[in-house]
């Protein structure tokens, strides 16, 4: 016999303490008085009657001390926890438990799962799911579980544990206020399974998702044990996966729009791009609402692609857009994903472009800025010159000869062999050279035709490594081009010719090819705000001036959206925000706010149909059963029944005064 709980030692002890308690209360028990009377006959054979019965009492006295002894020792006994492995008759041994399990539930609450299905979304019928595993494991008590969200990021909810009820309320913790707008970080997420099932026994990976990532590799699925329990049937879904605006090129104020908007269909569909605008919008209620529609658009949407174009001569006023899609009412298709029908875009902000012209007078090169709406022209004379500071351009008309030496952006009409500090060698002169070749694909080329130029002449550059030849002639001559000195701080932009030996001024191309070179010169991300994608952590440039000086970063998303932690380092600003929306940047001390704009714009997510990956489906494991004589394990038990039994015995005996 083996003990479980207080050793033998101990209970000797303690069976010997309450004993000997026990002994002592029954000889200090009280003794009759001792009373003198008169008649001692009589008392003489009450004494002689006493006599005779006192052994028999005496016995009694004692079955009643052995009684309660018992039952001291049958308490004693229990506290020890006896286990009867070994003894003849009544041997008992634990049967072998089996080795632990482990079962990783992951849970997909990215954007996909927002799709609704028959009036539920892909989420709420995972989270279903969820606790049917959960269910399903509750029976094996060394079954152990830990619950992980998984959406951009893992999140793991729950430690290893074996608490059915803990393991219920985290699944149902699971992205409580819905979907995230955010792509599936399947990766991140591998990597988080290896890690929590390493050395582990029975160990699993079971993830409830609708598979809208890339597909994973058969030898990892079969390393992890990843088995999956899909969700979400086939649908119909069209959304917005590239949005973008920009000034136009002839004009600051008419803006230009770019979209890509994905069908998933198999046919075609006809469809509905209403843009919207608010200059205090941060949330999709924000905008869509009628009375904020810019324009509209009927397209036809490609079965099974994507749908590209530009919209010119856009006209609005704010500084923040919104392009929603829509299927045509009259088409019988629905969309199950509404999350990536909207998309956001923010408005560059209008600059005046700060232009020095340095010329003896040219009414051509003077008329064709002076009109420009985003442009402000400063006119001077060679003796007047005092240096590009101040100026995002300058413009050095031909024979005038200033420094360009200084760091600043020039453009160079004709440029001179002796001009000080010019970059470009003249080796000669070409005379009446013809158009031959134009790089349409760079941004100085856009939307230009340049056909009967009659250039009288011109000078012959010499290029050197990095320049962009935009025209030249049909020898090869560079009538157009541009050079970057990155050391020396300035950008060059040299047409080779006067334009006043030419038909160009004339022509309806050269106020279009001032204004194109003015905007190649300020192509930085400041000129194009890019709008960023949710749950991806996103670098933005600080374009509020003294926001770089340390005050404290306080980030605005749009109402419900959850709290976004962002951090500064020198002169940008690293963010990651889960909900789609127009995010604001402050700083203490600062005034203003600079938005971001955070879109979905995931083509894997918008891809509402599952994928046919063939990973291995979740089974339910059978159940445990355990064969266990409850008595027999736990001994202690039946002692207590014994002592139980002998109080009531003792008790009948005295009241019957059978021991008494």
């Known amino acids: 016999m083996t003990f479980g709980g207080l050793g033998a030692s101990d209970l000797w002890a303690l069976f010997a303490i309450a004993g000997g308690a026990m002994v002592l209360l029954y000889l200090l028990k009280l003794r009759r008085r001792r009373v003198e009377v008169p008649y001692s006959p009589l008392w003489a054979r009450v004494v002689e009657d006493k006599q005779s019965t006192s052994l028999f009492k005496r016995l009694k006295r004692v079955f009643s001390l052995l009684v309660q002894l018992m039952v001291v020792a049958a308490i004693v006994l229990a506290l020890g926890d006896p286990k009867l492995a070994g003894l003849a008759g009544c041997s008992y041994s634990e049967p072998e438990r089996p080795p632990p399990r482990h079962t990783l539930l992951m849970i997909d609450a990215s954007a996909s799962m927002a799709t609704v299905e028959r009036g539920r979304t892909r989420l709420s019928r995972a989270r279903a799911e969820a606790h049917a595993v959960a269910d399903a494991l509750r029976g094996d008590p060394d079954h152990r579980v830990m619950v992980v969200q998984l959406d951009a990021r893992t999140r793991p909810l729950t430690l290893w544990t074996s608490d059915a009820d803990a393991v219920a309320e985290a699944i149902d913790a699971v992205a409580p ?43 990892r699925v079969e390393e992890l044990r990843l088995r999956v329990v899909r969700v979400g049937a086939p649908g119909v879904n069209v959304g917005v996966q590239a949005f973008n605006v920009r000034p136009y090129l002839d004009d600051s104020l008419t803006y230009s729009i770019f979209y890509a908007i994905g069908n998933q269909a198999d046919r075609p569909l006809p469809a509905t791009l209403f843009l919207y605008a608010n200059d205090q919008g941060q949330s999709v209620d924000d905008f869509i609402a009628p009375a904020r529609i810019v324009a509209s658009y009927a397209l036809t949407l490609p079965a099974g692609g994507v749908l590209e174009d530009v919209i010119p001569d856009v006209k609005f006023e704010g500084s923040r857009l919104a392009a929603r899609v829509e299927i045509a009412a009259s088409d019988p298709a629905r969309d199950v994903f509404p999350r990536d029908d909207v998309a956001f875009a923010l408005v560059p902000e209008r600059k005046l472009l700060k232009v020095q012209l340095v010329s003896q007078g040219n009414l051509f090169l003077h008329a064709s800025l002076f009109v420009r709406e985003n442009v402000a022209l400063t006119s001077v004379t060679p003796a007047e010159y005092a240096g590009p500071e101040g100026f995002d351009v300058t413009i050095v008309d031909a024979g005038v000869g200033v420094d360009v030496s200084r760091p600043g952006d020039y453009l160079l009409i004709a440029p001179a062999a002796d001009l ?10 070409v005379s009446e050279p013809h158009v031959g070749r134009v790089a349409k694909r760079h941004p100085i080329a856009r939307d230009l035709q340049l056909v009967d130029l009659n250039i009288l002449e011109a000078t012959v550059l ?29 950008r060059f932009v040299a047409l080779a010719f006067d334009v006043r030996k030419s038909l160009l001024p004339l022509n309806y191309a050269f106020p279009l090819l001032m204004v194109n070179a003015l905007s190649w010169f300020h192509q930085e991300e400041a000129g194009l705000l890019k709008p960023r994608r949710a749950g991806v952590e996103v670098s933005v440039p600080v374009a509020l001036e003294g926001a770089g000086g340390g005050g404290a970063l306080t980030v605005a998303g749009p109402p419900g959206a959850p709290p976004v932690h962002a951090r500064q380092i020198g002169e940008r600003v690293l963010l990651s925000a889960q909900r789609v929306g127009v995010y604001e940047l402050s700083w203490a001390g600062v005034a203003g706010a600079q938005p971001v704009a955070i879109n979905l714009m995931s083509p894997a997510e918008s891809r509402v149909s599952p994928r046919e990956a063939g990973y291995p489906a979740w089974e339910a494991p059978a159940p445990v059963v355990r064969e266990r004589d409850r008595w027999l394990s736990s001994f202690w038990r ?19 005064r059978v021991t008494v």
């Open 420 to 429: 000080p500090g010019s970059p470009f060698e003249v080796t000669g002169v």
């Open 177 to 219: 206020a819905g979907a995230l707008d955010t792509p599936t970080a399947v990766d991140d997420a591998l990597r988080l399974a290896a890690d929590a099932l390493r050395g582990r026994e029975e160990a699993e990976v079971v993830l409830v998702t609708d598979a809208a990532f890339p597909p994973v590799d058969a030898a």
């Open 638 to 656: 039946v002692l207590l029944l014994v002592a139980l039994g002998l109080v009531v015995l003792e008790w009948l005996t005295w009241h019957r």
């Open 462 to 490: 010499a290029k050197a490594r990095g320049d962009q030849v935009v025209v030249a002639s049909k020898g090869g001559a560079p009538l157009l081009l541009t050079r970057v000195d990155a050391e020396g701080g300035r």
